[in-house]
């Protein structure tokens, strides 16, 4: 080029200074194009000149199909609570499964957060604490009023929804900002708690949500859901109560082959006793993890079966609860989102709401059976390992027996035996919160070892932040036990530092 620029032709040549100002674009282009899109683009090219169906794919493949709104809640900021730390791990793994950074995953990713206010013009939230924190993790604000207002709920005969809802489960009628996902201006929303941790891409919900069950994408999609679909949920569709099998022979596939979803959810078997008359039929739901498709119709329905008053007291699975249909008192915050949607999904809007495998999504490490260890069914025992079992101790030698969910089988849903690899989402509530840096040395039920996995993916996920490379330990600063689950469901327990090993030394000691 030293030639041609010396040239005052070439440079007085209105061509020539367009093309020398093209190839000066290109190359600064190129230069600061990111690598793995300049190694895309030229897949792309090479496969676009011999295969037509093949180009479209790969064009489509390359951006997202669509932006998933993902948020969370605040609803109270005490000063026990730092959101930050757990706000910004979980948006990491959000985003390690989303488009563009998981090479598999085609739905992009934008993040919400409710703070609850009590005047959401006037809330700004670089003066709120929790919100300045949420805000520098990357989190977009979105503050929230009363869903519903206590004074204006109606008051039927023995109705005790207006009196109770403020002390209602975890946090009362604050627990409904949580319906606020409805109002998200996504195709598609997800809430979750802040305790969770996504581990796989969810494609394979979004893909049967956004194509219809008449398209080849559709119809892949609906096939590839029956491994992710509770066997409660196929049973209720099959045979009409969630403990009973298909009484004609209907597989999953037809089942589920032109269904139309507006809604994906899990739920929560352990706040049920399910020998107790119509528990396992009213069954609430986990409110820690909601997938569902933005509609303010919904949101106002939700709203004014609020606003009806029509709950009614009792803890058993007939005539109580929810217009006396039975998701009552029984159910652990049973006024709010567990029974208020587990009526909803149940009863109102049955043929698009999904139940999911609870071990897949919203995996809590938890026992699906009941165990003699308590005489409260609702008492989440783990299985004992054997290197735990003592026959001179009742302690160490109680049993499982009857399943949560009321079937005879239930292995297809024991979450403490499950391996993370085969999750999606992996919920700390059972498990506690990996910030606590709790003792990792306690060795006694299968629900500790899963529980540990599911910490050293947490930190892991963490280890993945800029300036968060793995503190230095010495293998020998601790001596612990450390066990891992092998393939045929047994467990391996040896001597070394389960610090190290499963919080890779963000945790040195309890």
């Known amino acids: 080029f030293g030639t041609i620029l010396s040239n005052m032709i070439f440079l007085n040549n209105p061509t020539y200074r367009r093309l020398l ?120 604000i979105i503050p929230q009023e009363e869903q519903v207002y206590q004074g204006l709920i109606k008051e039927p005969p023995e109705s005790i929804l207006k009196n109770n809802i403020g002390n209602d489960g975890c946090c009362g009628d604050s627990e409904l900002i949580k319906l606020a996902t409805y109002k998200l201006p996504h195709d598609i929303a997800v809430h979750l708690d802040l305790d969770t941790l996504v581990t796989n891409p969810f494609d394979e919900l979004y893909n049967v949500m956004h194509f219809p069950p008449d398209t080849e994408e559709g119809k892949q999609a609906r096939q590839q859901l029956v491994e992710v679909v509770a ?4 049973n209720r569709r099959s045979s009409g109560h969630p403990s009973r099998g298909s009484v004609n022979g209907t597989t999953a596939q037809k089942l589920l082959s032109n269904i139309v979803v507006d809604a994906f959810y899990t739920k929560d078997y352990n706040m049920i006793s399910p020998h107790k008359e119509g528990h396992v039929e009213h069954v609430g739901v986990q409110g820690g993890f909601l997938v569902v498709r933005p509609s303010m119709l919904t949101y106002l329905k939700l709203r004014d079966m609020v606003y009806s008053g029509e709950f009614y007291g009792g803890h058993g699975g007939k005539m109580t609860g929810w217009y006396k249909s039975g998701y009552g008192k029984h159910i652990w915050g049973s006024m709010t989102i567990q029974g208020l949607l587990g009526y909803y999904f149940d009863h109102v809007d049955r043929e698009h ?11 809590i490490a938890d026992n699906a059976r ?34 949560r969910d009321g079937r005879a089988n239930c292995d297809d849903v024991d979450c ?92 040195q000691g309890n």
């Open 231 to 234: 066997p409660t949920d196929l």
């Open 21 to 140: 100002i093209a190839i000066a674009f290109i190359s600064i282009t190129i230069r600061n194009w990111d690598d793995k899109e300049l190694l895309r683009a030229f897949r792309n090219a090479s496969v676009s000149s011999t295969d037509n169906a093949s180009t479209t794919s790969s064009i489509i493949s390359d951006g997202p199909i669509t932006t998933v709104a993902y948020a969370i809640s605040i609803t109270s900021c005490s000063h026990k609570l730092n959101p930050f730390d757990p706000a910004t791990v979980l948006k990491r793994s959000i985003e390690l499964n989303s488009w563009p950074k998981h090479p598999k995953s085609r739905y992009a990713s934008e993040f919400y957060v409710f703070i609850k206010t009590s005047n959401a013009k006037q809330y700004n939230h670089i003066a709120d604490r929790c919100g300045s924190l949420l805000s520098l993790a990357g989190w977009n």
């Open 416 to 507: 403490q035996r499950f391996s993370i690899e085969k999750t999606r989402l992996v919920h700390y509530t059972y498990c506690k919160s990996p910030l606590k840096c709790n003792e990792c040395n306690f060795m006694e039920t299968y629900k500790e070892v899963t529980c540990y996995a599911f910490i050293k993916e947490w930190f892991r996920v963490r280890s993945t932040l800029t300036g968060e490379d793995k503190p230095h330990m010495e293998d020998d600063a601790f001596s612990t036990n450390v066990q891992w689950m092998r393939e045929d469901g047994t467990v391996d327990v040896h001597q070394g530092n389960c610090y190290k090993e499963y919080t890779m030394g963000f945790c």
């Open 370 to 403: 009941v165990s003699s260890f308590s005489s409260n069914a609702k008492f989440p025992r783990g299985t004992l390992i054997d290197q735990a079992r003592n026959a001179s101790d009742p302690r160490y030698n109680y049993k499982d027996f009857q399943c």
């Open 353 to 363: 709401s999904v139940e999911l495998n609870r071990c897949r999504y919203n995996n």
